[in-house]
């Protein structure tokens, strides 16, 4: 790792030394930079590929799929990769719906939560046969049975616990205490049981949960899977037969900046199976077929394996403070301003540089807020250089914006040897909207 104050920058799969600058899997950055523009979001299928696949591998043992959050970034061509793996997909809107659907995962291996289902949604996604719609309040419930009424269709649903579980996370991002507006709590979801039974067009498919994103706390995991395996022992007491047990995300991905090690996924997996270990659902599970843990990992999947390149604009020193100006900004990635989070910045010629002294890494938005880094030891750099952003593939092209008449930025996808563009630089006259209102035209 290449050290700076108490901040590292992780290892990686997929970016490399070669010669004193960066490489993307088998793709200088320089060359990406030259062919594409800046700044340029980068992504890796190697990478993709092998978080995917050691996730899996760490539930080995436990019937089970793994489903990708698609609000973590929905590129086409990252989802497309993922079908091609057997990823299921754990969708939030019928936007992402509609995207998993046209990427070729089947509606069968496709689940949907939410807090704020719109009809059109929820009859969408009736209308495809998705796996589970995922129910966060009994008025949802109400809604559900309804639309699939009026469409004289069944509706396999899902409750979505709210455990009370507190992940120790950003508080933004932890989802699963009293208090924050996702799920049902114990008492409701039981109540949401009862409405199920007596429904003859619904039919209780999945039990849910989801605590919260970046969890580096086992216990709360272990816990989290006890409880909601518990209730799902609970429902088929009742006389349901659910056959997805849904755990939601959570799976961490080291940044760089934390006080100590972020599990592992073979550890994470391992704290899930202790918590249906001891609710008694894994051997259900083993001895029932139909039975199968479902996990929804977004950021675990696709974050390390995207970087933003953006391009040193001006470095700018004032009597306390250096700043380098970068071409990105907080219109390609928000984190750091939303969350305060840390993202790597590295050189991509020479990356291995001492730092010099401190320095804000800010964009060129008028917002203070616009920045990558504050305060942070980083070496010499000068107009024209290019920086690295790393640990971007989750949260960031899927969460830019056009603001300050912004295009969005061109997506790449790195393949061995070969790069292919798979989302084109927006463009000012994209931006334009055409006054020529019809009140106009009378004037």
């Given amino acids: 790792m290449i050290r700076g104050s108490r901040c590292e920058v992780p290892p990686s799969p997929w970016i490399k030394e070669i010669n004193g600058q960066l490489w993307a899997e088998e793709v200088p950055f320089s060359s990406l930079a030259e062919r594409y523009g800046t700044p340029l979001y980068v992504y890796s299928a190697l990478a993709i590929r092998t978080a995917f696949q050691s996730i899996s591998q760490a539930l080995e043992g436990i019937p089970h ?10 590129n086409p061509t990252i989802l497309r990769l993922l079908a091609g793996l057997g990823a299921w997909a754990d969708t939030v809107s019928g936007g992402e719906l509609f995207w998993a659907h046209r990427a070729g995962i089947p509606a069968d291996h496709t689940l949907m939560s939410g807090v704020g289902k719109t009809e059109k949604e929820i009859e969408f996604a009736l209308r495809l046969g998705i796996r589970s719609l995922n129910i966060e309040s009994v008025e949802e419930l109400e809604v559900v049975q309804s639309v699939a009424s009026s469409l004289g269709c069944q509706a396999r649903v899902g409750v979505r616990l709210n455990p009370h579980i507190d992940p120790h996370t950003h508080p933004y991002i932890a989802t699963g205490i009293h208090g924050t507006k996702f799920g049902l709590e114990i008492e409701e979801a039981r109540e949401a049981l009862k409405q199920i039974s007596k429904s003859p067009i619904l039919t209780l498919e999945c039990i849910a949960s989801h605590i919260g994103s970046q969890i580096t706390e086992l216990d709360a995991i272990e816990e989290s899977a006890f409880l909601t395996s518990l209730f799902f022992e609970e429902a088929i007491k009742e006389g349901h037969t659910p056959h997805v047990l849904d755990l939601g995300g959570g799976w961490p991905l080291a940044y760089g900046d934390e006080e100590s090690s972020v599990p592992s996924h073979q550890a994470f997996g391992q704290a899930i199976r202790r918590g249906i270990e001891k609710s008694g659902w894994l051997e259900r599970a083993q001895k029932h077929k139909g039975l199968f843990l479902v996990v929804e990992p977004g950021r675990a999947i696709v974050g390390e394996g995207g970087a933003l390149l953006t391009r040193v604009l001006f470095v700018k020193r004032s009597p306390s403070k250096r700043f380098v100006i970068v071409d990105a900004a907080m219109t390609e990635l928000i984190r750091p301003a939303l969350y305060g989070a840390y993202h790597a910045v590295v050189p991509v010629i020479n990356p291995a540089r001492p730092p010099l002294d401190k320095a804000d890494i800010v964009g060129p938005v008028c917002e203070t807020g616009d920045f990558f880094a504050l305060n942070r030891p980083f070496p010499e750099v000068k107009r024209g250089e ?6 971007t593939g989750a949260y960031g092209a899927a969460m ?16 061995g040897s070969k790069a292919h563009l798979i989302r084109p630089r ?17 004037e």
Avoid: C, Q, T
């Fill in 386 to 391: 290019l920086l690295i952003l790393r640990s």
């Fill in 400 to 415: 830019s914006s056009e603001y300050n008449g912004r295009p969005k930025a061109a997506e790449v996808m790195a393949d």
């Fill in 65 to 74: 799929f793994v489903a990708y959050a698609v609000k973590a970034n929905g």
């Fill in 426 to 442: 927006g463009k000012w006259e994209d931006l334009h909207v055409d006054p020529a209102w019809p009140f106009l035209a009378s």
